[in-house]
T-cell receptor, first 114, second 113 residues
Framework: AQTVTQSQPEMSVQEAETVTLSCTYD???????LFWYKQPPSRQMILVIR??????QNATENRFSVNFQKAAKSFSLKISDSQLGDAAMYFC???????????FGAGTRLTVKP | NAGVTQTPKFQVLKTGQSMTLQCAQD?????MSWYRQDPGMGLRLIHY???????DQGEVPNGYNVSRSTTEDFPLRLLSAAPSQTSVYFC????????????FGSGTRLTVV
């Protein structure tokens, strides 16, 4: 079975600085997607960034970027120029193409200090 | 606005009661799923569907039932509520390719006393 591990239950960053959230996964599949979701106190799940496993280039969305290491099965999220609004739970998720079974990590709670 | 509509937002049940959490999407997504979120455990898959008339069990299906009579609707039934089912429940949907991940409902906070 696929598993997703987020080894940092909590992280803290100073406003305007950079923070990296870690995620590893275990799979025997070769074709899959990886996602980072943000969950603010409102409880709404918001897609932050996605990565297709067949693409070697790391995905970037404004201040958010990933470091995707397929051989190591690692998918970390880097948040640059952190803002107070980035404070939230962040979930890493793995999804096999054409198979409705998305697996989530346990989450990392990010605190942003002013 | 297009999206996933989930009701109710909050619910308190007594042990042994039954109820249905409603979920509807208007994006013509083939795939729909139900997750529960518990502290320190992330989101765990309860049941999922790949199309109307087709459902399957996820990671934690016991005590829950689903049906998918239409593409739009995917209700989750709690057959006999137990305190262990106290959780936040999310419904989510995506198209078959899943390229953009799930669209989530706003969640239901369920307390079983």
């Amino acid at each position: 079975a696929q598993t997703v591990t987020q080894s940092q239950p909590e992280m803290s960053v100073q406003e305007a600085e950079t923070v990296t959230l870690s995620c590893t996964y275990d799979t025997s599949e070769s074709d899959y997607y990886l996602f980072w979701y943000k969950q603010p106190p409102s409880r709404q799940m918001i897609l932050v960034i996605r990565q297709e496993a067949y693409k070697q280039q790391n995905a970037t969305e404004n201040r958010f970027s990933v470091n995707f290491q397929k051989a190591a099965k690692s998918f970390s999220l880097k948040i640059s120029d952190s803002q107070l609004g980035d404070a939230a739970m962040y979930f890493c998720a793995y999804w096999v193409y054409n198979n409705n079974d998305m697996r989530f990590g346990a989450g990392t709670r990010l605190t942003v200090k002013p | 606005n297009a999206g996933v509509t989930q009701t109710p937002k909050f619910q308190v049940l007594k042990t042994g009661q039954s109820m249905t959490l409603q979920c509807a999407q208007d994006m013509n997504h083939e795939y729909m799923s139900w997750y529960r979120q518990d502290p320190g455990m992330g989101l765990r898959l309860i049941h999922y569907s790949v199309g109307a008339g087709i459902t399957d069990q996820g990671e934690v299906p016991n005590g829950y039932n689903v049906s998918r009579s239409t593409t739009e609707d995917f209700p989750l039934r709690l057959l006999s509520a137990a305190p262990s089912q106290t959780s936040v429940y999310f419904c989510a949907s995506t198209n078959r390719e899943g390229l953009y991940g799930y669209t989530f409902g706003s969640g239901t906070r369920l307390t079983v006393v």
